[in-house]
Protein backbone atom coordinates (compact mmCIF):
# COMPACT_ATOMS: atom_id res chain seq x y z
CA UNK A 1 0.00 0.00 0.00
CA UNK A 2 1.65 3.23 -1.03
CA UNK A 3 1.21 6.22 1.55
CA UNK A 4 1.76 9.61 0.61
CA UNK A 5 3.11 11.80 3.69
CA UNK A 6 2.06 15.13 2.33
CA UNK A 7 -1.88 14.03 2.63
CA UNK A 8 -0.99 13.05 6.34
CA UNK A 9 -2.64 15.70 9.24
CA UNK A 10 0.08 18.14 10.25
CA UNK A 11 -0.13 16.50 13.98
CA UNK A 12 0.57 13.21 12.00
CA UNK A 13 3.67 14.06 10.51
CA UNK A 14 4.85 15.97 12.89
CA UNK A 15 5.13 12.66 14.51
CA UNK A 16 7.42 11.27 11.76
CA UNK A 17 11.51 11.72 11.89
CA UNK A 18 12.58 14.76 9.44
CA UNK A 19 14.48 12.26 7.57
CA UNK A 20 11.22 10.75 6.28
CA UNK A 21 9.37 13.40 5.73
CA UNK A 22 12.11 15.25 3.61
CA UNK A 23 13.30 12.47 1.94
CA UNK A 24 9.95 12.13 -0.40
CA UNK A 25 6.58 12.04 -0.32
CA UNK A 26 5.51 8.82 -1.54
CA UNK A 27 6.53 5.73 0.63
CA UNK A 28 5.19 1.64 0.38
CA UNK A 29 4.18 1.44 3.55
CA UNK A 30 5.79 -2.42 4.42
CA UNK A 31 9.08 -0.23 3.74
CA UNK A 32 8.60 2.31 6.58
CA UNK A 33 10.36 1.57 9.99
CA UNK A 34 8.10 -0.42 12.30
CA UNK A 35 7.51 3.23 14.44
CA UNK A 36 6.19 5.03 11.90
CA UNK A 37 4.11 2.11 10.45
CA UNK A 38 2.27 1.99 14.03
CA UNK A 39 1.73 6.12 13.96
CA UNK A 40 0.46 5.88 10.51
CA UNK A 41 -1.90 2.72 10.96
CA UNK A 42 -3.21 4.39 14.62
CA UNK A 43 -4.21 7.43 12.41
CA UNK A 44 -6.12 5.28 9.64
CA UNK A 45 -7.84 3.32 11.92
CA UNK A 46 -9.25 6.36 14.00
CA UNK A 47 -10.48 7.39 11.30
CA UNK A 48 -14.28 7.60 10.31
CA UNK A 49 -15.70 4.85 8.11
CA UNK A 50 -18.02 7.20 6.48
CA UNK A 51 -17.22 10.75 5.82
CA UNK A 52 -20.82 13.12 5.29
CA UNK A 53 -21.13 16.43 3.74
CA UNK A 54 -22.15 19.14 5.55
CA UNK A 55 -26.02 18.91 6.19
CA UNK A 56 -27.54 21.78 7.70
CA UNK A 57 -31.00 20.25 8.25
CA UNK A 58 -33.50 17.79 6.83
CA UNK A 59 -36.80 18.10 4.94
CA UNK A 60 -39.28 15.53 6.04
CA UNK A 61 -39.36 13.85 2.75
CA UNK A 62 -38.50 10.44 2.20
CA UNK A 63 -35.34 10.13 -0.54
CA UNK A 64 -34.66 7.45 -2.83
CA UNK A 65 -32.19 6.15 -0.22
CA UNK A 66 -34.84 6.10 1.82
CA UNK A 67 -34.02 8.27 4.56
CA UNK A 68 -35.09 11.81 4.94
CA UNK A 69 -33.69 14.85 2.29
CA UNK A 70 -30.89 16.58 3.52
CA UNK A 71 -30.24 20.22 3.31
CA UNK A 72 -26.48 20.90 2.24
CA UNK A 73 -26.67 24.65 1.11
CA UNK A 74 -27.44 27.53 2.71
CA UNK A 75 -30.32 28.59 0.22
CA UNK A 76 -31.84 25.62 0.58
CA UNK A 77 -31.71 26.06 4.14
CA UNK A 78 -33.28 29.02 4.14
CA UNK A 79 -35.91 28.68 1.98
CA UNK A 80 -37.04 25.65 4.04
CA UNK A 81 -37.06 27.72 7.42
CA UNK A 82 -39.04 30.31 5.10
CA UNK A 83 -41.56 27.95 4.53
CA UNK A 84 -41.88 26.21 7.24
CA UNK A 85 -42.14 29.41 9.88
CA UNK A 86 -45.04 30.96 7.20
CA UNK A 87 -47.35 27.85 7.91
CA UNK A 88 -46.59 28.12 11.67
CA UNK A 89 -49.92 29.76 13.24
CA UNK A 90 -49.34 31.54 16.44
CA UNK A 91 -49.82 28.81 19.33
CA UNK A 92 -49.15 26.37 17.70
CA UNK A 93 -45.89 25.41 19.72
CA UNK A 94 -47.33 24.75 23.25
CA UNK A 95 -43.94 26.39 25.29
CA UNK A 96 -43.82 29.22 22.52
CA UNK A 97 -46.73 30.53 22.18
CA UNK A 98 -45.94 33.79 20.80
CA UNK A 99 -44.12 32.37 17.93
CA UNK A 100 -45.49 32.14 14.92
CA UNK A 101 -46.91 33.77 11.49
CA UNK A 102 -49.99 35.23 11.07
CA UNK A 103 -50.28 35.33 7.03
CA UNK A 104 -52.71 33.05 6.49
CA UNK A 105 -55.02 35.67 9.08
CA UNK A 106 -54.12 38.44 6.17
CA UNK A 107 -54.72 36.62 3.29
CA UNK A 108 -58.52 36.81 4.65
CA UNK A 109 -58.34 40.15 4.67
CA UNK A 110 -60.79 42.11 2.10
CA UNK A 111 -59.13 45.24 1.63
CA UNK A 112 -56.19 44.56 -1.03
CA UNK A 113 -54.26 47.28 0.14
CA UNK A 114 -54.23 46.27 3.62
CA UNK A 115 -53.78 42.62 2.64
CA UNK A 116 -50.55 43.43 0.52
CA UNK A 117 -49.26 45.60 3.49
CA UNK A 118 -49.71 42.96 6.34
CA UNK A 119 -48.19 40.27 4.00
CA UNK A 120 -45.15 42.66 3.24
CA UNK A 121 -44.83 43.02 6.75
CA UNK A 122 -45.17 39.79 7.85
CA UNK A 123 -42.98 38.37 5.70
CA UNK A 124 -40.64 40.88 6.29
CA UNK A 125 -40.61 39.59 9.82
CA UNK A 126 -39.48 36.11 9.61
CA UNK A 127 -37.09 37.02 6.99
CA UNK A 128 -35.61 39.18 9.76
CA UNK A 129 -35.78 36.46 12.57
CA UNK A 130 -34.29 33.86 9.76
CA UNK A 131 -31.21 36.40 8.79
CA UNK A 132 -30.29 36.67 12.37
CA UNK A 133 -30.47 33.07 12.93
CA UNK A 134 -28.67 32.17 9.99
CA UNK A 135 -26.52 35.30 9.83
CA UNK A 136 -27.40 35.41 5.67
CA UNK A 137 -28.02 38.49 3.52
CA UNK A 138 -32.00 37.91 2.25
CA UNK A 139 -33.13 40.80 -0.08
CA UNK A 140 -37.40 40.38 -0.65
CA UNK A 141 -37.47 41.52 -4.41
CA UNK A 142 -41.62 40.92 -4.50
CA UNK A 143 -44.30 39.36 -3.24
CA UNK A 144 -47.52 38.71 -4.88
CA UNK A 145 -50.79 37.08 -3.47
CA UNK A 146 -52.99 35.97 -6.22
CA UNK A 147 -56.50 34.12 -4.79
CA UNK A 148 -57.24 30.65 -6.86
CA UNK A 149 -60.13 30.48 -6.03
CA UNK A 150 -63.31 32.92 -5.50
CA UNK A 151 -66.39 32.42 -3.09
CA UNK A 152 -67.10 31.63 0.35
CA UNK A 153 -63.93 29.85 0.30
CA UNK A 154 -61.17 31.55 -1.15
CA UNK A 155 -57.43 29.80 -1.46
CA UNK A 156 -54.32 31.76 -2.25
CA UNK A 157 -51.46 31.51 -4.24
CA UNK A 158 -48.45 33.14 -2.15
CA UNK A 159 -45.18 33.92 -4.50
CA UNK A 160 -42.40 35.15 -2.82
CA UNK A 161 -38.95 35.96 -5.08
CA UNK A 162 -36.04 36.26 -2.96
CA UNK A 163 -32.44 36.70 -3.04
CA UNK A 164 -29.91 35.37 -0.69
CA UNK A 165 -26.39 35.72 -0.61
CA UNK A 166 -26.90 36.95 -4.18
CA UNK A 167 -28.41 33.54 -5.37
CA UNK A 168 -32.43 34.13 -6.83
CA UNK A 169 -35.23 31.55 -5.36
CA UNK A 170 -38.73 31.73 -5.65
CA UNK A 171 -41.32 30.11 -3.20
CA UNK A 172 -44.26 29.39 -3.81
CA UNK A 173 -47.03 28.70 -1.60
CA UNK A 174 -50.60 27.69 -1.28
CA UNK A 175 -53.04 29.35 1.82
CA UNK A 176 -56.75 27.97 2.54
Same mark, same amino acid.
Given at each position: ?28 ? =? ?6 ? @? ?8 ? %? ?6 ? *? ?10 ? *? ?5 ? !? ?6 ? +???? !? !? ?16 ? @? ?28 ? &? =?? &?????? =?? %? ?9 ? !?? &? ?6 ? @? +? ?7
Amino acid at each position: MLIDITTLPKTVQQQLPMSIRSFKNIYEF =SDLPIRVQ @HIIKEYQDNL %PDIVYNNA *FDLIPEISEYSD *FEVINNI !VNLVTEYL +KNYL !V !VLPGAYPFDPIFGCTLKY @HLQTRDTELRETLIVAEVNRIINVIESLLN &V =SI &VVNSIK =SD %PISMGSYTEFN !VN &VDLSINNV @H +KTINMEFS
